[in-house]
């Protein structure tokens, strides 16, 4: 016979990012803990919203299987005494296994003879072994954690309500005060509590009461929304999957709605307006058929389309203030003079270690200067490259890069072009971050390229000087993301160009050899070179 395991955990509203990650590890905790028990199972499903995270365990058996274990213990020659009695060190393993003397027996292995023995132990109800869930649910571990009350428990938020039921029956638990039962608790403002009376019906009675806890169906409402927004007005809706993810995590039942703002606002750069919707508000953009941004967003309501007038205008009030915001930043930054933000980058610290962010330049403007050197650029190459080292970091003291820390070298470039740069020097600014996560573009300037080695260079060689090394589970620099080529030896091999200089790097310092191969190649085949190397 089997039964179905059903086990919820309420809890008030947890980070997005959270919320995948704490089904997916009570699933993998559970399941390894019934193999561990030798109890079958079947099917293994998780559901998730922002207020919980569950596990659903098909054909669980009632009864653990039995045990039969073949158990080897010391050599015959310690495990006999010289009158053929069971020496101590054969008593010892027997006790240790809890065997009687009576259940050892000599058994010959390679030549060897070794004392076996052989322990049966019959499988106990699942049910008696079920509470020990309990310790699984209070043994997660999370990014992030909380105490409330007077519990000493850690969890990712508090638990409001537990939900263990094996079959019928509820599983006896108790956390933080709060005993598993058959009750959950449906939408934050739609619903209700309901009683979950049988596993099977999880889903079903949660939608009812407006919660629709499998991850996938609220992602296809919230698509299925949006293209009818785009259908009807001839929209063009481009979605970040990341973003979407993240909303599809925010929201127990999805309501997908638009609001407008003033077409002046468009005279904004496209970036900042696409990250104050994207970043501040979980709103996607929207364009038209030319990919132009228009004068609209889309965003998703955790409820359903009552009032939605209203929650619309709420929306359109909030992003109004933040592009209000972004657009005087951007107008303030227009008056900033490059030599005055590289004084000040003079006084902001890069690590109390390292110095300033102006000692950091210096640095990687001498780097960038000895490896264009090495690999034989020209004069105006080498010219272009020490004036975007000089000038990679000035907008980092601007009020946009500022309030939008994520657009550092995009407003960097464009800045650089209004106040006059030249044009490869203003893309270097952007380049040399580049690539700045798995799959991103690389530099298409040489200036870009060896300025993007030089500043990565450096912040790795400096930080291996100091002891900040990545382990396996703490990189808190991001050292790995500088170069995804940092190898457990901790040494770089690039060849920049075939034909050329070939630079080995060893850090905390590098030196330069020399090889030949092959023909010269331009910027983006410079980095990929570098990205493959060691």
Known sequence: MSRTILLEIGTEEMPA??????????????????????????????????????????????????????????????????????????????????????????????????????????????????????????????????????????????????????GTDIIPLEITGVKAGKETQGHRFLGQQTTIERPEDYARKL???????????????????????????????????????????????????????????????????????????????????????????????????????????????????????????????????????????????????LGTIGDKIHRVQDTAMQIAQKIGTNAEDRKKLQRAAEISKFDLVSLMVYEFPELQGIMGERYARLLGEDEEVAKAIFEHYLPRFAGDILPETIAGALLSIADKLDTITGCFAIGIIPTGSQDPYALRRQVPVLCRSYWINSCLYRSTPCLTFRSPFWRANRCSSGTASKSKVIYRSFLRSA
């Open 17 to 166: 990012r959270f919320v995948a990650e704490a089904a997916e590890q009570l699933k993998d905790k559970v399941s390894k803990w019934l193999t561990a028990q030798r109890i079958p199972y079947g099917e293994v499903m998780t559901f998730e919203t922002p207020r919980r995270f569950t596990v659903l365990i098909k054909d669980v058996q009632e009864q653990q299987e039995d045990s039969n274990e073949e158990l080897r213990g010391p050599a015959r020659k310690i495990a006999v005494d010289e009158e053929g009695n069971w020496s101590k060190a054969a008593l010892g393993f027997a006790r240790g296994k809890s065997l009687s003397p009576d259940d050892l027996y000599l058994q010959e292995v390679g030549g060897v003879e070794y004392v076996f023995a052989r322990k049966h132990e019959a499988g106990r109800p699942t049910v008696e072994l079920l509470p020990e869930l309990g310790n699984i649910i209070t043994g997660l571990t999370f990014p992030k954690n909380m105490k409330w009350g007077s519990y000493e428990l850690k969890f990712v938020r508090p638990i409001r309500w537990i939900v263990a039921l094996y």
């Open 207 to 353: 939608a009812e009461q407006y919660v629709l806890v499998e991850p996938e169906e609220r992602k296809q409402r919230i698509l299925s929304q949006i293209k009818e927004l785009e259908t009807a007005r001839g929209w063009t809706v481009p979605l970040d999957e990341d973003l979407l993810d993240e909303v599809v995590h925010l929201v127990e039942y999805p309501t997908a709605l638009f609001g407008s703002f003033e077409e002046e606002y468009l005279q904004i750069p496209r970036q900042v307006l696409v990250t104050s919707m994207r970043e501040h508000q979980r709103y996607f953009p929207v364009e038209n058929e030319q990919g132009e941004l228009l004068p609209h967003f889309v965003t998703v309501r955790n409820g359903d389309d009552r009032d939605i007038e209203i929650v619309a205008r709420g929306n359109e009030k909030v992003l109004r203030a933040r592009l209000s915001d972004a657009r005087f930043f951007y107008e303030e930054d227009q008056k900033m003079k490059i030599e005055e933000a590289l004084q000040r980058l003079e006084t902001v610290v890069f690590h109390e270690e």
